[in-house]
């Protein structure tokens, strides 16, 4: 199956690391022109030097309302019209309702929520020249079962659902809007939060063990699956929230 997004213009939030920068160069390398909307532009550096006419970088804080509307109007003098926009942007925050701080809980909407918000509010209007504009978020498992300790994050993802089909009623039958929800991936997030644990290599075999595929993502597996719900072979696609995520949550423990 080939997959072409030649003539296009896409943009990635969060596309400077993990799965958003795997599928910023996806998109790219299928032909696509694309506005990766980040915090640092050095971890992209050699990949903007590598493709400089079909790669760009806009600095953006995206808890931050009139930052993304302000980056949405650069985009907009730069690229034209938008066909795709990833919401890929999330930050995980740990804690139950009684230890987590409002600030915290706040911090946490603002990125893995209000921001998509506010992406797809500025993404829109620029997509109605567009031919077949999609919307792809990039939610969690998490929304679906959810471990121990991550209210905000967990109510987040879930939010981002509702969030989802919303979009997908409202602007059909002209923009697609669907969500990819990964298990555990290889992220510089998920190394973070492993490097917090004294014994680093239970909590990895904890993680792997979770799935039934018994392994943890990479953050191309996850692209693979956004290129594809983002391209034409997807067009019959919307609204829906697509898990993948190597089995977790599947099977029942015991006997």
Not at 53 to 78: G, K, P, Y
Request: aromatic fraction near 8%; hydrophobic fraction near 45%.
């Amino acid at each position: 199956m080939v997959i072409s997004f030649k003539g296009k213009t896409a943009i990635v939030t969060g596309g400077t690391s993990g799965i958003g920068k795997a599928a910023a160069l996806q998109l790219v390398t299928a032909g696509a022109k694309v506005a990766v909307i980040g915090r640092d532009a050095t971890k992209l550096e050699n990949e903007l030097a590598k493709y400089p006419e079909a790669l760009s970088f806009f600095r953006c804080e995206l808890a931050d309302h009139a930052a993304i509307r302000n980056t949405f109007d650069r985009i907009s003098t730069h690229l034209g019209p938008v066909d795709i926009l990833v919401n890929n942007a999330g930050v995980q925050t740990y804690g139950d309702v009684v230890h987590t701080g409002e600030d915290v809980w706040d911090f946490t909407m603002n990125i893995n929520l209000k921001s998509v918000y506010l992406c797809a509010k500025y993404a829109i209007p620029l997509m109605q020249q567009a031919t077949h504009p999609v919307i792809v978020n990039v939610g969690s498992v998490q929304g679906f079962v959810s471990q121990r300790n991550v209210a905000a994050y967990a109510a987040s993802k879930e939010a981002l659902h509702g969030l989802t089909r919303s979009i997908a009623i409202d602007f059909a039958p002209k923009i697609r809007c669907v969500a990819v929800c990964p298990g555990a991936v290889w992220t510089p997030m998920l190394e973070k939060d492993i490097e917090s644990f004294t014994d680093k290599e239970a909590i990895l075999e904890e993680t792997r063990n979770i799935h039934l595929l018994k392994r943890i993502a990479t953050p191309d597996e996850v692209a693979n699956f956004i290129t594809f719900l983002a391209s034409d072979k997807a067009s019959f696609a919307t609204g829906q929230t697509y898990r993948v995520d190597g089995g977790i949550g599947l099977c029942i423990e015991g006997t």
